[in-house]
């Protein structure tokens, strides 16, 4: 797998941050992370790529210079979103906007507690463009609205350049690269509790990084193993944060033969290790409310676990999935009914009785990568041909997923 697209965006981030050239080795190929990456060099931060393109050298400029035009986030709501927070302490005013789905997207989420903090953010009715104008900027203790690791970094690079400590208390824990990645650049942060505390101002250094697998673009094959036959699947080298494979544990709860063995040492900033599975019979399971945090970019995948799994699979609670890159409840919904799956849309979820044969169809990725690699794998089981509209897509996070996929199955 490519390096994982959430550190990879924040190992720009902190690389055009730190004073000094920043080494990133396995850096995510996808269009997200390049969104950052050019924002980023927009304000004064210079990448170079290594021959073979395994590394990357980020010369860091200790302070940002304003851009000579608006920022364009492409489709990343994770650029969007960091950079409001990194921007809001900055000493110029940035337009930050996105293609037609971001500019969907909700961000008062975000500049919300920045604003408890002194940001001077102005969004659109709710969405992009947003205008942030620097200001100087003072700790708070603030409460995200949504369990979101977005909202939190976005507290947290803020608050790096704040006057005084910062308090960031989250419902649910969500994926800590952030707080990794402040450590790894030399900085202080305490987590605890779902209670995270930095103190500002601080100071990083650059340093060396190397990012591993993507565990979100692994899920699609290893689903793809689960519901095709005979299948065995190997990936090495996959981050194996805690945050980012509850997916894994939920398909096993369904029946999944999947093994995972560390192969990271202890002073390395994240886990990371192999992935093997073998083809198995799944059966369906209530996913609880509380687990949707923590799979919120797999679900789409798991809706198609759970059409080829026996008995009834259902969601709730994952109302996010709707102000994702797209309604993800509606996509899904709409793309596996198409393949013949008994499939129901609920307000915050969706229930599937699984077991159905599914059959070739014509279906939508709807602009979105994890819709178009879901419906693909789905595609995959079913019987005749498919065409997944607007697949293109996958290049958002996983530009080889189609050659990576053919590799692997054998017709
Ligand atoms: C991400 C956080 C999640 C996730 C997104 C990447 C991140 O979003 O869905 O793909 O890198 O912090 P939310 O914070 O909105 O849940």
Redesign the pocket.
Known sequence: MPGD??IT?RAFIFGSLAEGVTTIEGASPGGDCSSTKACLSLMGARFEPEPGGAVIRAHGVGTLRPPNAGLDCGNS??TLRLLMGLLAGSHFATELSGDESLNRRPMERVARPLRVMGARIETTSGRPPVRVTGARLRGASLTPE??????K?AILLAALGAEGTTTVHESVA??D?TERMIRSFGGVVHSEDREIRIEGPQKLKATRLSIPGDPSSAAPFIVAALILPDSELVIEGVLLNPHRVRYLDILREMGAKIETQVTSTSDEAEISGRIVVHGSGLRGIELSPSDV?AV??ELPILAVAGAFAQGRFEVRGAQ?LRV?ESDRIASMVEGLQAMGADIQELEDGFSIRGGASLFGATVGSHGDHRIAMALSIAALGATGDSEVLGAEVVSISLPRFFEELERGVRP
């Open positions: 697209k959430s965006h709501g994770t949504a369990a979101s690791a977005q909202i970094s969500t994926r690269h945090a919120v970019d996010e994702k």
